[in-house]
Each structure stands twice: as C-alpha cells, then as structure tokens.
C-alpha cells in the first residue's frame, strides 16, 4: 500500500467555542477544528489510512465518544470503518464505548479512520466528532477527504467552498453563516443535520456570495452540523449547538 500523504487544509478561519477541551493531531502537527485532511491514496490500495491522536486539554478526565458523518463515495462498493479501542464494522457510526482520556498533552489517544476504495477512484469525504459522553456540545470535528487517485496527487475540492463559522453559536432563534461558492459550481444548498445524519433543514444558496439566515427555533436543543452541499455532494461543514 502507497504511504497517504496528508495536507492540512484550513477551509476558513476555525474559531473554537468556549469550554472545548478536546484536541486533535497527527505526525505534522495539530489539526485546527472543523479543518480538512487529505488523505492520497491508489484506488488500487486495500485502504487508505487517516491517523489522528486525541489530547485532553482540561484538568479532569474526560469519557470520550467518536461519531462519524459520511458524505457521498465514488462507488457503491467503496467503504469506510474506524478503530477507537477497537475497530468497528463498516456499518456502525458511532462508538459502541467511550474511552476515558486523563488531561495533560502527554496523554494522546490514538484514532483511524479507514477508508476502502476497492478500485474507485474519486473522494470519499468522511467527517469524525470527538465529543464528550456527558456534554456533547464538548467537541471538536475533523473533515478527511479520503482520495484515491493513480496519479497521487489532485487539488484539494474543498478550497472551492469558503464557509463562515456558524454565529450567534450557541444559537437560539435564528443563525447566520457567511457562504462563498465559486463561479460555475451549479446548484448548491445549505444543509443542515443532526447527529444521526438527518437533515432537518434545507435552504437553497442562490448567490456565488451570500450571508443566509438558518432559523432554529423549532430545533430541539443539542449539537448540529450545517453542509454545503454541491451535486449531492458535502464539500463543507460547520458545527451549531442550539441551546433555547
């Protein structure tokens, strides 16, 4: 299997939301929250690997769950799994265990993610939460961009998309989220979606540049996740808490 090569990709300027304790990162370094990874690979390859470590920044331990998000593969056949403790099946999206990480940098606790392409060349975009059992609002996100392409190299799709962090964040009536699209990337909507990975919101986004309003009023309490979404694909994704 060729060795991945990893780019961190600052989509847009992360700010961290207040109480975050969790960190990432890997052999190069730390990974911003809500940042992009690419990962290169061979469609060729039996999987194509993201490896992160997961560092308690707080004074306390910390029960720490993974949930992960998929976006759209290029083939039916592609799939992905993760290990976190052990290594779940393909179907399984959220960690059946938490574990427990003792505060201090010196204390990382390893993650991958796996991506398998069976011969698929294209990008499979799978987004991973790190979030603490007891306050789920408590997390941070990273966006892997898993691609598999013989020539080993392409641009990276998600500087196509600029994107605002969500504000107000937390939220309580209504947010706003600043969203910029490149000339020609045809139809594009805002999306937004639950930890289950349902979406309970859809606006369309009629300009190349525009600031859209999301109400969220009529949304339950808890942690959300607003995508752009282009050609059915996510390109983009931020994090929201409601909190009424």
């Not at 265990?97 to 990008?123: C, D, K, L, N, V």
């Not at 059992?133 to 966006?143: G, K, L, Q």
């Not at 109400?215 to 808490?241: C, H, M, T, W």
């Amino acid at each position: 299997m060729k060795k991945p090569i990893l780019i961190i990709a600052v989509v847009f300027a992360a700010a961290s939301l207040m109480g975050q304790s969790l960190s990432l990162s890997n052999e190069h370094g730390a990974i911003p929250d809500h940042s992009t990874i690419l990962v290169l690979g061979d469609p060729a390859d039996n999987e194509i690997v993201s490896e992160m470590d997961v560092t308690n920044n707080s004074t306390d331990a910390i029960d720490v769950m993974v949930f992960r998000r998929q976006g759209a593969f290029p083939s039916d056949s592609s799939w992905s799994q993760f290990c976190w403790g052990v290594c779940f099946a393909g179907d399984t999206d959220t960690s059946a265990f938490a574990i427990t990480i003792q505060p201090g940098p010196s204390t990382p606790e390893p993650f991958s993610g796996h991506y398998h392409p069976r011969m698929a060349p294209g990008s499979a975009m799978v987004a991973y939460v790190f979030y603490d059992a007891n306050d789920m609002s408590d997390s941070v996100v990273v966006n892997v961009e898993y691609k598999a392409s013989p020539a080993g190299y392409s641009e990276n799709p998600a500087g196509l998309v600029k994107m605002s962090e969500v504000y107000p964040n937390p939220s309580d009536e209504r947010a706003f989220v600043d969203i910029y699209l490149p000339e020609g990337a045809g139809n594009a909507n805002l999306i937004v979606s639950n930890l289950l990975g349902s979406v309970v919101k859809e606006i369309e986004i009629s300009k190349v540049t525009e600031r859209l309003e999301i109400p969220v009023s009529d949304l339950k309490n808890g942690l959300y996740f607003v995508s752009v979404r282009i050609g059915g694909q996510a390109v983009e994704a931020k994090r929201i808490v409601v909190n009424h």
